[in-house]
């Protein structure tokens, strides 16, 4: 019989009824090291004083107006958003996926109105992940995620991962934009090398196809700056944000330039619930904190002491890790065991870590772990390694 909650999850066996800082807690009491933060999600760790008091405040006065009346709470994280990055404006949803389909709708409509409505191409890349809605899935191409249900939504086309060759054939004169995550979350904790991004948006510029990042995982400070593109010096057209712009509760954006955007006129989108004022009193909290460069000093701080760690845990246990990757706080372990099994490993050590493809264990921590907790999180790695490598028997 079919369980109440859809069953499209494969969940462990695990239960949690409190959060503190990067630490959860199960309905038996039994505590937990969180290394993945909700995927990326929780930004500034369960229960953040900041993000409470943001969203209690804000639940006291007025939880949800239309988008048919001005939202002071959105208006001001928009600014935030576009003081602090290339964008001149910003569309609020609800979560990545929809910051994909607007992301998508927003190139097609550029050159629609441009008065090219054949350039609807939009190539993307191998491993690459957008979200799970039609379009979403169309444009990550994954048979994994399409199989049976086609007919899937023409005009993409998935590109080997960092082929510069590929994606210099591929750019035609039907090409909208091309879509790329700077580092790839689900695919592995793979990073696009800056060589390549300035390449590609080279190639954007030769060929006016606008260039639309997917920042959803590795962006809000995640990669040691607001966000990641900046390490390579070059920006974007348009850029898909969520996850940790909420902290935990339900956001994303989409950022553009005033040309890319300039399409999406009145009428031409829209999200009910996008850029309500709960939403937005959160996000303007995590924004503040985030876009510190304190704050982002410390994450780079925290991922070179983490990553000094790992690399550690690499030499010693050969036979389980096989190197090290990534950025800021967006880090993989690509494993010689099985990932899941790794998974399994680090549950028994009361740590929560996130397997991703290409056989990598993802480590996604609170942007403000403790160094305390990182080392205690190294420790526990250590254990759940030496667990697996143990003869069976
Ligand atoms: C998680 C993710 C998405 C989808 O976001 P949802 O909020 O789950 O819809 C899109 N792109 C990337 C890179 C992601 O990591």
Same mark, same amino acid.
């Given at each position: 019989m079919i369980s109440p909650v859809l069953p499209t999850y494969n969940r462990a066996p695990l239960s949690f009824v409190k959060g503190e800082g990067s630490w959860l807690t199960t309905e038996s009491g039994e =505590?937990?090291?969180?290394?993945?933060?909700?995927?990326?999600?929780?930004?500034?760790?369960?229960?953040? $004083?900041?993000?409470?008091?943001?969203? *209690? +405040?804000?639940? @006291?006065q007025l939880w949800h107006v239309s988008n048919l009346y001005q939202i002071p709470q959105q208006q001001k994280l928009a600014e935030l958003l576009v003081e602090n990055t290339f964008a001149d404006t910003v569309f609020f949803t609800n979560s990545g996926t929809e910051a994909a389909e607007l992301a998508i709708k927003m190139a097609r409509k550029y050159w629609y109105d441009k008065g090219q409505p054949e350039r609807i191409e939009i190539l993307t890349f191998g491993g690459a992940f957008h979200g799970r809605s039609t379009g979403a899935i169309a444009a990550a191409g994954s048979e994994k995620m399409t199989k049976g249900f086609g007919p899937l939504m023409p005009g993409f086309k998935t590109l080997p991962f960092g082929d510069h060759d590929a994606l210099r054939a591929a750019l035609t004169d039907k090409t909208?934009?091309?879509?790329?995550? $700077?580092?790839? @979350?689900? @695919?592995?904790? =793979?990073?696009?090398?800056?060589?390549?991004? %300035? @390449?590609? =948006?080279?190639?954007?510029?030769? *060929?006016?196809?606008?260039?639309?990042l997917d920042e959803v995982q590795c962006g809000m400070g995640r990669s040691g700056r607001l966000f990641a593109h900046e390490w390579s010096g070059v920006t974007p057209d348009i850029m898909m944000v969520a996850k940790g712009i909420g902290g935990g509760f339900p956001l994303g954006a989409v950022l553009a330039t005033e040309n890319a955007a300039s399409g999406m006129v009145a009428g031409t989108h829209g999200s009910t619930y996008g850029g309500n004022p709960l939403g937005c009193a959160v996000g303007v909290a995590v924004m503040s904190?985030?876009?510190? $460069?304190?704050?982002?000093? +410390?994450?780079? =701080? %925290?991922s070179a002491l983490f990553r000094q760690g790992l690399e550690g845990l690499v030499a010693s246990h050969p036979q389980v890790f096989e190197a090290v990757r990534g950025a800021g706080l967006i880090l993989g372990l690509k494993c010689v065991v099985p990932n899941t099994d790794v998974v399994k490993a680090a549950y028994g050590q009361n740590l929560l870590t996130v397997p991703a493809a290409d056989n990598v264990l993802r480590l996604l921590p609170a942007l403000n772990i403790e160094d305390a907790d990182i080392a205690e999180a190294l420790a526990r790695l250590d254990r759940a390694a030496a667990s697996l490598s143990q003869p069976a028997g």
């Open positions: =505590r937990y090291l969180d290394l993945g933060a909700g995927i990326a999600v929780n930004a500034l760790g369960h229960a953040n $004083p900041a993000l409470v008091a943001a969203l *209690t +405040e804000q639940a @006291g909208a934009a091309v879509m790329v995550e $700077p580092i790839q @979350g689900e @695919g592995g904790i =793979r990073v696009l090398p800056d060589a390549c991004l %300035k @390449g590609l =948006r080279d190639l954007c510029d030769q *060929t006016g196809a606008l260039m639309i904190a985030v876009s510190d $460069p304190a704050f982002l000093a +410390e994450v780079n =701080r %925290k």
